[in-house]
């Protein structure tokens, strides 16, 4: 039995799940995360409220090919302690691979005042599986990217990878993913971005 894209999504979430839970033990299997997800395990307190979470169809570039078709997860993650929001990233591809370099560069169009990257990193329970291996930020300020140097592989899920920010507030399509479009189309993807905190003092 063939598994789809879907399947796939929920299986890398039911395995990230029990690698965050227990960071010390083997990975497991795809069948003992989702027993271990379906089953009452007992759940650490939350340090982070989950705002926006999407899976975009999109077409990336790879290096000397035209478009690749994959999917990118688009979260945005609030800090219970801090109020400040992160931004975080996933690419699963599909039946083609996505050669490299392959560069993933976000702007936040307006750039918000005020507003700036302060971390970037990957998850490292997901470190097993393709991972970008290259940061930069700006300038402009509003422009960041990771860097896939050896590409990501066909069928495959990569750990998420994301920024900290100074922001509060956040707007849905408040950024766009550089070279990237919505399949089919020559329409630029939009991404989650920061927006003005009107309550802010900078």
Same mark, same amino acid.
């Given at each position: 039995?063939?598994?789809?894209?879907?399947?796939?999504? *929920?299986?890398?979430? !039911?395995?990230?799940?029990?690698?965050?839970?227990?960071?010390?033990?083997?990975?497991?299997?795809?069948?003992?995360?989702? !027993?271990?997800? *379906?089953?009452g395990?007992?759940?650490?307190?939350?340090?982070?409220?989950? =705002?926006?979470?999407?899976?975009?169809?999109?077409?990336?570039?790879?290096? $000397?090919?035209? !478009?690749?078709?994959?999917?990118?997860? =688009?979260?945005?993650?609030?800090?219970?302690?801090? $109020?400040?929001?992160d931004?975080?990233?996933?690419?699963?591809?599909g039946?083609?691979?996505?050669?490299?370099? *392959?560069?993933?560069?976000?702007?936040? =169009?307006?750039?918000?005042?005020?507003?700036?990257?302060?971390?970037?990193?990957?998850?490292?329970?997901?470190?097993?599986?393709?991972?970008?291996?290259?940061?930069?930020?700006?300038?402009?300020?509003?422009?960041?990217?990771?860097?896939?140097?050896k590409g990501?592989?066909?069928?495959?899920?990569?750990?998420?990878?994301?920024?900290?920010?100074?922001?509060?507030?956040?707007?849905?399509?408040?950024?766009?993913?550089?070279?990237?479009y919505l399949?089919?189309?020559?329409?630029?993807?939009?991404?989650?971005g920061?927006?003005?905190?009107?309550? !802010?003092?900078?």
């Amino acid at each position: 039995m063939s598994l789809t894209q879907t399947d796939v999504f *929920a299986i890398q979430a !039911a395995i990230d799940g029990y690698e965050k839970r227990f960071p010390r033990r083997p990975s497991p299997s795809a069948a003992e995360a989702l !027993a271990w997800q *379906a089953g009452g395990r007992a759940r650490p307190l939350r340090s982070e409220v989950v =705002l926006h979470d999407t899976l975009q169809d999109v077409a990336l570039p790879g290096a $000397g090919v035209g !478009a690749v078709a994959c999917k990118i997860q =688009l979260r945005v993650v609030r800090s219970i302690e801090t $109020g400040l929001l992160d931004f975080y990233y996933r690419i699963l591809t599909g039946a083609l691979p996505l050669s490299g370099p *392959a560069h993933t560069v976000f702007y936040w =169009l307006p750039p918000p005042a005020g507003i700036k990257v302060t971390f970037a990193d990957v998850c490292s329970e997901g470190l097993r599986r393709t991972a970008p291996d290259n940061f930069f930020y700006g300038p402009p300020v509003n422009k960041f990217g990771f860097t896939f140097s050896k590409g990501i592989p066909a069928n495959a899920c990569t750990p998420f990878f994301f920024v900290s920010t100074n922001a509060r507030e956040f707007a849905p399509c408040g950024g766009e993913l550089w070279d990237a479009y919505l399949p089919g189309t020559t329409t630029t993807l939009k991404v989650p971005g920061p927006a003005p905190d009107q309550h !802010a003092v900078w």
